[in-house]
């Protein structure tokens, strides 16, 4: 165990620093650099010779490696630098906001398996009944509309006609359902069919049958034998969500005034504040790396053949 | 087989499991968000409620304010500035220059030499005084900075700043500048910060550690990303704002302004970007808002390029020129929301009365103006050849901008039945302004500053390289004497002189057709019925907001 663990740690790293080769240079790859983007944001007609000079203040002509390896010396003492439009610290700019964030997708997630869990077992159990139909069109519907609209329908009927819910903002826990409603109902249809057809096909099974054959009660069947078999495949795709997730806070974050990372890096992308970019690409990667360390560590306690594999290679 | 049974299940329970667990998780993690803000709750239903307390005044603003930093530019919103500092001197109707922490002012024979006598009893925000050390300091403190203020005349000009008593200040220029006294009431750089305003470092170009000013607003909260309340400054020197409080929630789309306004969560919406004319007139249409469009506060004008074909050749100017048809585009692409353009710079701006004329919508002239140029119809062809040559204009905008998009479309496809190809790119807000510094475009949108701007700072950067309007005279036959008399404009001291050169430079610009002005553009608002005495000022940047008042 110990020399699989140390093998994961040992390309975790590896491809941590992969990340931070990738967000430093691919954003310096982007046409306009800051200090460009700080004046035309501005609306300031600043001459070449002013330009350069700020870009020599902060360090923008050294060359390319020698600006990354700073970077790296500073990160590594979790020193992310400063924005270079606010002077804030974008570390602690961006976990501040990542906090949002998150609290954001965790609500969805929990959303996308509570309402497709149960609508899923419903229309796989009547499949084919008047239920089942509607189900079906009615994710079709959903699935179809772009996040923002959704929004706006829930701010309007919900927030608005209803009342019964803040329009946008942050801060109670009453602001966090719009949000990630929006979030979670994008995601659900394919939740939705996906738990149904892996349902319906479980009932095909001969286990299933056999536990019909022994008078088992209809719901005990559901949990202890279709539910269960519809778990492997749904906690990868939960995982794997995870991104789209993340993602797709910018555009909800935009929609409901919520201080979130997606806003803050939208923000940084215009001005093209690269500390804050490269920042923020890193972070995502450590995060992204973390969570797969975490289920390969899981699965491996589990399941002793993959620490065997990851050991032998 | 009993084996793989047995594999099976132990999988399936630990999926189980980490299902329970993952809902579990989830459950606590609403549930500490749900804890986590209970401290901001009060505040947060403080703010639901603003839209009723008849103290304060709500509205709705695009962007945080950033760290309003008096010597600074974004993220630090300048509306925001401008509620918590002043300048020395203020801009009045039609460009005069007022007192504002200034009481009065001379200026030397040679116009070199500023001497101001500031105001007694200023108090800033923290209850210190203000004083002739105090505004040494917030200038030295600008040019310090130097590189991200160069761009700004009246920084780069100043040569010393010196403490004649307490209450009086010399600035000394190392050059004869006009527009000094119009420069110092921008909203920024040259505004005045307490002295606990300053960081430690006693440099105000990384930071400030608290925002204090004089002006007739104090920050009194700041949530990131959520929102801002300003408390009225009791102690301000002028006339004392109406309203208590002002609260700011930054909502960055229109579509939720539209419905926190309807649901009375805001009060107001100010200003033309934050409204699309449409959305303006939806709301205005509804009957149950007040709504309001500004005078001219600047002018909406498409450049066109003198040094790259086609528009190299002035009879092609010309001819686009006569091309445009304002009214059209003003009725029906704009909304009746502006006025049409009759001059580069609006009525009521400095030297904006010297008449150079305009010319008249009028697609013959047009079309014979490119038949002597050459470009002919050709059978066959779709647009107008001169040789093996189409006649094609690029014309690059911001693709975020829907209104010069709806714009551009329109004129596209109205100059191709003149025969004139008409290539519209759409571009990151970044990547277009590149593109226009590159001077990569036939025309585009260049639209005036403003006031106190306008004219002198949109004719500067006409003859500084790099600037879209460099591009513009750069290729006209007047180039050289456009140049120099520009240089002199802004040097001379002489009111006669002044005035005859400006004429010298607007019918320059007129004749060789340098820009088509389109309309004048405006600013406008809406708002419930609990908001009084509502009303614009000329400038383009600031929101009146002491004017303001809130029915009892």
Redesign the interface.
Known sequence: MSRFLARRIGSMVLALWGVSLLAFFLIRVI??DPV???????????????MD??RE?QGLNKPLLSQYANWIWHVLQFDFG?SF????DVANDLIK?LWVTL?IS??A??FV?CISVSIGVLSAVKHSSLFDRLTRTTIFMIASMPSFWLA?IL??VV??KW?IL????????Q??ILPSLTLALGLCPYYIRLIRTSIVEQMQQPHVLYARARGLKESVIIRNYL???T??P??TS?AMSCGILLGGAAVVE??????GVG??IL?AM???DYVVLQGFILLIGFFYIVINFAADIVCAM?DPRIRLKGGEQ | MVRDVAEKKRWMSEGLRKLAVFVIVSCLVLLTAACGSGETSEQQAANTETAANTETLTLSWPLDLGPINPHLYAPSEMFAQAMVYDSLVSYGDNGEIQPALAKEWQVSEDGKSYTFTLREGVMYSDGSTLSAENVKRNVEAVLQNMDRHSWLEAVSIIEKVEVIDDLTVKIDLKETYYPFLQELTLIRPLRMLGDKGFPASGSTAEEISAPIGTGPWILTDHVQGSHAEFTRNDNYWGDKPKIKKVVIKFIPDSQTRIMALEKGEIDLIFGSGQLAPVEYQTLQQKGQYQAMISGPLSTRVLAINSTIAPTNEKEVRLALQHLMDRKTIVEHLLNGLEEEAQSLFSPGFPYSDIKVGLYEYNIEEAKRLLDHAGWKVVDGKPFRMKGDQALQVTIPYRSTDVVHKGLLEYLQSAWREIGIDVQLQAEESQMYTQMAREGEFNLTFNDTWGVPYDPHMFIRTMIGENQLGYYVQKGTAISSSFTANVEKVIRTTDENERRALYESILRGIHEEAMFIPISYRTNYLVANDRVKGLQFTPHQYEVPLSLYELKE
Request: hydrophobic share 50%; proline share 7%.
């Open positions: 046409p306009v460009e983007a700080y004046f035309a944001i501005n609306q300031l007609p600043a001459s070449k010779e002013a000079a700020i203040e400063k439009g606010s002077k804030s906001k609290r965790a609500a997630l929990f398996v706006f701010i309007y927030g608005l009342g803040p329009l946008m903002g942050w801060g109670t826990w602001h966090m539910l269960k078999g778990l492997p749904l906690l939960l935009v929609v409901f005034t919520i201080p806003r803050y923000v215009e001005a093209r589990i």
